[in-house]
């Protein structure tokens, strides 16, 4: 898959979603484009080109981490640093903001935990799949 959204008047980002083992694709823009060119929107190819062609692209792993670790003894941990999900599933924001209310209602990092816990599977395993079915 491959997201585009705009940044500004005159920006935006695409984001490809690599294979690991297509990884060296990153380092080729020749193969990169080549290999993505029927995704992406014909008004974006060229300056997609333009971009890859000015230097190497920014590169994050994107891999799915289980949301355990609410936090222990007084550090509560919430958005990203529990856990997270493919950027493409778009449930990021979403499950942090849920776990700062969480966290605001609760008396302590255990209550907090508790009632993630029980809250928190449902956007795991629906962003699971839909990253499925995107790939």
Same mark, same amino acid.
């Given at each position: 898959p491959v997201l585009a959204f705009r940044v500004?008047?005159?920006?935006a980002r695409v984001?490809?979603?690599?294979?690991?083992?297509?990884?060296a694709w990153v380092r080729n823009p020749v193969e990169l484009l $080549?290999?993505?060119? =029927?995704?992406? #929107?014909?008004?974006l190819? *060229?300056?997609? $080109?333009?971009?890859? =062609?000015?230097? #190497?692209?920014?590169?994050? *792993?994107?891999q799915w981490m289980r949301r355990r670790r609410y936090g222990a003894k007084g550090i509560a941990l919430v958005?990203?640093?529990v856990g997270h999900c493919h950027p493409l599933c778009a449930v990021g924001m979403s499950v942090g903001f849920l776990d700062a209310v969480?966290?605001?209602?609760?008396?302590s990092v255990e209550e907090y935990a508790s009632a993630r816990r029980a809250g928190g599977r449902v956007p795991e395993l629906l962003s699971m799949g839909l990253y499925d079915l995107f790939v």
């Open positions: 500004d008047d005159r920006r984001c490809f979603d690599v294979p690991a083992d297509r990884v $080549a290999a993505y060119q =029927g995704m992406i #929107p014909g008004g190819r *060229a300056a997609c $080109a333009t971009a890859i =062609g000015a230097g #190497p692209p920014a590169v994050a *792993a994107n958005g990203d640093a969480a966290l605001a209602g609760s008396k």
